[in-house]
């Protein structure tokens, strides 16, 4: 059961623009935490943008000013514009979701949470 499914990555020019769509169901869909992350071969992982439940979003400096995550809940999907495209955005970008409802008072952000569920993953290349 694939419970994360993005769609919407491609091949754009640089200065170009995507968004990336990541329709989450069953109890990945039950998150207080989602997040897009992007890994090129050869290196680590890394969070890009997240966004909890109450809409505080954070996101790496590297695509802070161009990239904006967002969620629609009724639709249970997550979003990720990218704009102003650069050759270094080229990576497989992942959606992420805890699967938690809520946290308590120890909470620290969703960049300290563990993501238990993860897409399929979609590429996105960016050419010079």
């Known amino acids: 059961q694939v419970l994360l499914v993005e769609s919407g990555g491609g091949s754009v020019q640089s200065g170009g623009s995507l968004t990336l769509s990541c329709r989450a169901s069953g109890p990945a869909s039950d998150s207080y935490c989602m997040a897009w992350f992007r890994q090129v071969p050869g290196k680590q992982r890394e969070a890009v943008a997240t966004?909890?439940?109450?809409?505080?979003?954070t996101y790496v400096d590297a695509v802070k000013g161009r990239f904006t995550i967002s969620q629609d809940s009724a639709k249970n999907t997550l979003y990720l514009q990218m704009n102003s495209l650069k050759s270094e955005d080229t990576a497989m970008y992942y959606c992420a979701a805890d699967g938690t409802l809520h946290y308590g008072l120890g909470f620290s952000g969703c960049l300290s949470v563990d993501f238990g569920f993860w897409g399929q993953g979609t590429q996105v290349t960016v050419s010079s």
């Open positions: 966004i909890d439940h109450t809409g505080s979003v």
